[in-house]
T-cell receptor, first 116, second 114 residues
Framework: GAVVSQHPSRVICKSGTSVKIECRSL??????MFWYRQFPKQSLMLMAT?????????EQGVEKDKFLINHASLTLSTLTVTSAHPEDSSFYIC????????????FGQGTRLTVV | AQSVSQHNHHVILSEAASLELGCNYS??????LFWYVQYPGQHLQLLLK??????LVKGIKGFEAEFIKSKFSFNLRKPSVQWSDTAEYFC????????????FGKGTKLSVKP
């Protein structure tokens, strides 16, 4: 089956620092990767869609300069939370798709970010 | 706005009890419907999906869901739950075909007592 690995699973960082989260498709080539954010007791909200080799498409209200997404290869996408603040503390989940259809995507296990 | 509602935040059942988790979506034309499950410490997995055809959809692990268009609902059912079904369950919808963005409900946590 298709496996998507997210790293780290949990990270604590100081306010003002940057944090990088990796999303890897282990056994398939992911043309498209999706980044979601989940607040406690809330639903997953799509933040951005990244296609290999091109700029990410951000959803309305998501600051692209704060949440930098790089999809440099067909198996790796990274999300960097820059100048993190406590309100950025959340659960971040990626999914990866062989094509551009996110309903056929496979999910990573998520990253719990805590900014102190 | 397009949205998905899951009625219960936390459901607690004993083993062998029957399960039904509610999911309603807002009107928006053609929809594709999904149920995902997330076991503790694991990633989201697809349980089942409905695109068209028979509105009663069977998924993995004995789960099924029924699409009732008139009620904008896609409830998840299982006749007899097991302790291993303890997990969080998410209903999700795409509007306008499979290339639409997944819109998730807030999730329902299911705890099954042995």
């Amino acid at each position: 089956g298709a496996v998507v690995s997210q790293h780290p699973s949990r990270v604590i960082c100081k306010s003002g620092t940057s944090v990088k989260i990796e999303c890897r498709s282990l056994d398939f080539q992911a043309t498209t990767m999706f980044w979601y954010r989940q607040f406690p007791k809330q639903s997953l909200m799509l933040m951005a869609t990244s296609n290999e080799g091109s700029k990410a498409t951000y959803e309305q209200g998501v600051e692209k300069d704060k949440f930098l997404i790089n999809h440099a290869s067909l198996t790796l996408s990274t999300l960097t939370v820059t100048s993190a603040h406590p309100e950025d503390s959340s659960f971040y989940i990626c999914s990866a798709s062989r094509d551009r259809i996110n309903t056929e995507a496979f999910f990573g296990q998520g990253t719990r970010l805590t900014v102190v | 706005a397009q949205s998905v509602s899951q009625h219960n935040h936390h459901v607690i059942l004993s083993e062998a009890a029957s399960l039904e988790l509610g999911c309603n979506y807002s009107y928006g034309g053609t929809v594709n419907l999904f149920w995902y499950v997330q076991y503790p410490g694991q990633h989201l997995q697809l349980l089942l999906k409905y695109f068209s055809g028979d509105p009663l959809v069977k998924g993995i692990k004995g789960f099924e869901a029924e699409f009732i268009k008139s009620k904008f609902s896609f409830n998840l059912r299982k006749p007899s739950v097991q302790w291993s079904d303890t997990a969080e369950y998410f209903c999700a919808v795409t509007y306008g075909g499979s290339q639409g963005n997944l819109i998730f409900g807030k999730g329902t946590k299911l705890s099954v007592k042995p």
